[in-house]
Nanobody, 123 residues
Framework: QVQLVESGGGLAQPGGSLSLSCTAS????????MGWFRQAPGKKREFVAA????????YYGDSVKERFIISRDNANNLVYLHMNSLKLDDTATYYC????????????????WGPGTQVTVSS
């Protein structure tokens, strides 16, 4: 089984930047597509970004495109989410997820999940 753990969450100011990372164990990360999702209190979990196992294909949710960048370092079993031009409504718990062989934008397509890391954007 694959275990995922997120890190890098914290407090950021509107317009600022914050980078999250996800490390994997128990499997070969380069065999999995990776995704980031987020969930704010009282709201549904929503898609943020995804990247194919090779890194050649990426997808972004409409609310974060041109502001966030997903990347991966398969040699070190790491996936990143670089968050720029942060807004107040980016505040949420961010989750890393893995899907075997495929890249997707829907929560139900993913097989493994990390416990989440909190991101708070506040002035």
């Amino acid at each position: 089984q694959v275990q995922l753990v997120e890190s890098g969450g914290g407090l950021a100011q509107p317009g600022g930047s914050l980078s999250l990372s996800c490390t994997a164990s128990g499997g070969t990360l380069n065999s999995y597509a990776m995704g980031w999702f987020r969930q704010a209190p009282g709201k549904k979990r929503e898609f943020v970004a995804a990247i194919s196992w090779s890194g050649g294909t990426t997808y972004y949710g409409d609310s974060v495109k041109e502001r966030f960048i997903i990347s991966r370092d398969n040699a070190n079993n790491l996936v990143y989410l670089h968050m720029n031009s942060l807004k107040l409504d980016d505040t949420a718990t961010y989750y890393c997820a893995a899907e075997l062989l495929r890249v997707g934008t829907h929560e139900g397509e993913y097989d493994y999940w990390g416990p989440g890391t909190q991101v708070t954007v506040s002035s």
